[in-house]
């Protein structure tokens, strides 16, 4: 979660020091697990039972009303996406690279094969509890919100700032629930995947946030040499 939360990346979006292609790759990357976030949470729902526990009675109330909440994310992470000059058919539909793209179906996989408790650690506790750390990391500072122009600046940083207040508790309460689902006396078994949906979450946000990162490098490395030589050599051919 450290690795995550203190990630050079945020560092540097903290202090307005990502170029263009960083930030694109940023925005565009992890589109998809907003965008889809909300059906992370239904697929979990689906899981639910009325009646069966306090727990699956605690997560049906949390599920659906934050449903509709994450969708509104959506809307502010496209803001926040068109104020820093990436268009909108780019964020929609333009190529996700594959080192980001695993983190959403990392989340589609585990929300739709594991269980309630394991679904919801790797998402709502994992996802979103460190998610409010890098975020209130990120809003330290006002250096990166003042490069937004001002008549677009609230847009931007309305996804930024909504993570940074409520994420210390929103988590908090999705751990509860996973608590009361497993029950005060839960096998090694079961404590033991709940730990590595956990950590399986950390680690997919890391590589991405990697790659991210590296895609300043990625676009200015020069062609080696003997990729040159092929390369006339294909076009005298």
């Known amino acids: 979660r450290h690795k995550v939360a203190q ?23 992890v589109w998809p697990v907003i965008e889809q976030f909300p059906q992370y949470m239904a697929q979990n ?25 994450e969708q509104n994310h959506a809307d ?35 929300c739709e094969r594991d269980s309630l408790a394991a679904g919801m650690a790797a998402t709502n506790y994992a996802i979103e509890g460190v998610t409010g750390d890098w975020s209130a990391l990120v809003c330290s500072s006002d250096v990166y919100e003042q490069t937004f122009d001002e008549d677009v600046r609230a847009k931007a940083m309305k996804w930024l700032k909504l993570h940074a207040k409520y994420d210390d508790t929103h988590p908090w309460e999705a ?7 497993m029950g005060t006396n839960p096998t090694h078994r ?48």
């Open 175 to 181: 751990l509860e629930i996973i608590c009361h689902v």
């Open 45 to 69: 729902l689906l899981k639910v039972q009325y009646g069966r526990s306090r727990g699956h009675d605690e997560a049906r109330r949390y599920l659906i009303r934050n449903i509709r909440v």
């Open 76 to 110: 502010h992470w496209l803001n926040w996406a068109l104020a820093s000059g990436v268009s909108r058919e780019d964020l929609l539909h333009g190529e996700v690279p594959p080192e980001t793209h695993a983190l959403s179906h990392w989340c589609w996989h585990t």
């Open 190 to 237: 079961g404590w033991a995947l709940i730990r590595s949906r956990v950590v399986t979450s950390y680690e997919y946000m890391r590589l991405t946030l990697d790659h991210c990162l590296a895609a300043e490098e990625v676009v200015s490395r020069p062609m080696p040499l003997i990729s040159l030589a092929y390369t006339e050599e294909r076009k005298r051919a």
């Open 7 to 29: 990630h050079e990346l945020f560092h540097r979006m903290r202090d307005a020091a990502l170029d263009e292609s960083q930030t694109s790759t940023f925005l565009v990357g």
